[in-house]
């Protein structure tokens, strides 16, 4: 009757050495989405931000980016928001543009 509950602690350990080696990849992934992401809108990020603002902080340029690319799914803003700073964006604008699409 002891192998039971010593099999029980390895199977418990197992799933969560699993699930913590689950959770690095797919951190590795949405890392490499988010700098590929960058990458394409780095150009656009670029026009943005050396144009006059015509909004504080670019934050109308950057809102309707939001509503075109995300279209209203909030995960998928979040993902744009974090590449469109690292592409360059204003970090101030692009939190206020999430805000108000989301």
Same mark, same amino acid.
Do not use: P
């Given at each position: 009757m002891t192998t039971q509950p010593k099999?029980?602690?390895?199977?418990?350990?197992?799933?969560?050495?699993?699930?913590a080696?689950?959770?690095a990849e797919l951190r590795d992934i949405v890392?490499?989405?988010?700098a590929d992401l960058a990458a394409e809108l780095r150009d656009i =990020? +670029?026009?943005?931000?050396?144009a006059p603002a015509m909004t504080q902080h670019h934050y109308g340029?950057?809102?309707?980016?939001?509503? #075109? =690319? +995300?279209q209203g799914d909030k995960v998928n803003g979040g993902v744009l928001a974090l590449a469109l700073v690292e592409?360059?964006?204003?970090? #101030?604008?692009?939190?206020?543009?999430?805000?108000?699409?989301?």
């Open positions: 099999q029980t602690e390895k199977l418990i350990a197992d799933l969560a050495n699993r699930r080696d689950l959770a890392a490499a989405a988010i =990020v +670029a026009k943005i931000e050396n340029a950057y809102l309707q980016i939001f509503t #075109t =690319v +995300a592409a360059g964006a204003n970090s #101030t604008g692009v939190h206020s543009a999430f805000k108000l699409a989301f």
